[in-house]
């Protein structure tokens, strides 16, 4: 699977629209992006994933580039909730649906 | 409330004692997995089930131990033999290997002194 490299922390004020970005230059076709993120001490949970066309559900919206090496979550009006550890994992659809997790990005949503 | 549920939340163990670490969910899903996350490290797969009976090996399978006897438990044995088995142990599953979603339990962090 192609690794990605995202940004350690990144600082977002509440309301405001938090995006967080994430490079896999060495994607290839067959493989999916995806986000989850981890609050504190908790399980992570599953945010969106996309292989081509820009996604959105209740939760975020996620836009890939054209040439898929970078995409980036997009959180449209941050709470203090949505403050956690943000990963970007790339992976095909058919790797025994094995995730892995590099150190993400820390999110701080700040009043 | 369908999910996954992970007992004890906190565990403590002696050096030395096998511990087993549950993972019990009732959302029908046939694939399960284990991860192990150090303090502020990305997570790691230990083991992972496809199907009832049978289970494969992730990354960091050494010193670690899993059956897959009913469909929604996955227990996930840490033996003696796992040199720092100090850490937050996760547990997930998903509808099927393939299915993009792993659901995730809300962990267990064991502590070994």
């Known amino acids: 699977d192609a690794k990605t490299t995202q940004p350690t922390s990144m600082d977002c004020a509440e309301g405001r629209a938090a995006n967080l970005p994430c490079n896999h230059s060495t994607i290839s076709g067959n493989e999916y992006v995806y986000w989850y993120r981890q609050i504190h001490s908790q399980g992570p949970q599953y945010i969106i994933h996309g292989l081509k066309n820009n996604e959105t559900n209740e939760m975020a919206s996620l836009i890939i580039t054209e040439d898929r090496k970078s995409s980036t979550l997009i959180l449209p009006h941050a709470t203090l909730r949505d403050t956690a550890v943000y990963y970007c994992?790339?992976?095909?659809?058919?790797?025994?649906?094995?995730?892995?997790f590099g150190g993400g990005t820390r999110l701080m949503v700040k009043p | 409330d369908g999910g996954i549920t992970q007992s004890p939340k906190y565990l403590f163990r002696k050096e030395g004692q096998n511990v087993t670490l549950s993972c019990e969910q009732n959302?029908?899903?046939?694939?399960m997995y284990w991860y192990r996350q150090d303090p502020g490290q990305g997570l790691r797969l230990i083991y992972y089930?496809?199907?009832?009976?049978?289970?494969q090996k992730g990354d960091i399978a050494e010193g670690y131990s899993v059956s897959r006897e009913k469909k929604e438990s996955f227990p996930l044995t840490v033996t003696s033999a796992q040199k720092n088995p100090t850490a937050f142990y996760l547990c997930?599953?998903?509808?099927?290997?393939?299915?993009?979603?792993?659901?995730f339990g809300p962990g267990t962090r064991l502590t070994v002194t």
């Open positions: 959302l029908n899903h046939d694939a």
């Open positions: 994992i790339v992976r095909t659809h058919n790797a025994g649906n094995m995730l892995t």
């Open positions: 089930s496809q199907i009832v009976n049978d289970f």
């Open positions: 997930a599953s998903s509808i099927g290997p393939r299915s993009h979603e792993q659901y």
